[in-house]
């Protein structure tokens, strides 16, 4: 069973930085990448970023890249995202989500994740 916790969400204004994380609970002994979707209203799941298990290798969203650096903590389960120079267009639901590297697929690909976290709100507004 695995649990995936948002936190850290909330208001920053235009331009601003935020950090958000995710912890996720699980007894499985494979190695796993993490990542984080986001979803504005009305809009698909995208991807923004995602870290291999070693958090050696960083993956972005072309519109998050050279703002926004995933990072992994020391005890591997735990993975965060810094956002710097924050815009209205990335105010959405940020998802954790977890990939046991089993279904294959592109990182960009939401199917490819095994598990989600509930997600947590980012709003960048004036």
């Known amino acids: 069973q695995v649990q995936l916790v948002e936190s850290g969400g909330g208001l920053v204004q235009p331009g601003g930085s935020l950090t958000i994380s995710c912890a996720a609970s699980?007894?499985?002994?494979?190695?796993?990448?993490m990542g984080w979707f986001r979803q504005a209203p009305g809009k698909e799941r995208e991807f923004v970023a995602t870290?291999?298990?070693?958090?050696?290798?960083?993956y972005y969203a072309d519109s998050v890249k050279g703002r926004f650096t995933i990072s992994r903590a020391s005890a591997k389960n735990t993975i965060s995202l810094q956002m710097n120079v924050l815009k209205p267009e990335d105010t959405a639901v940020y998802y954790c989500?977890?990939?046991?590297?089993?279904?294959?697929?592109?990182?960009?690909?939401?199917?490819?994740?095994?598990?989600w976290g509930q997600g947590t709100q980012v709003t960048v507004s004036s």
């Open positions: 989500a977890l990939d046991l590297g089993i279904r294959g697929g592109s990182f960009h690909y939401p199917g490819r994740y095994d598990y």
């Open positions: 699980t007894s499985t002994s494979s190695d796993y990448a």
């Open positions: 870290v291999s298990w070693s958090g050696s290798n960083q």
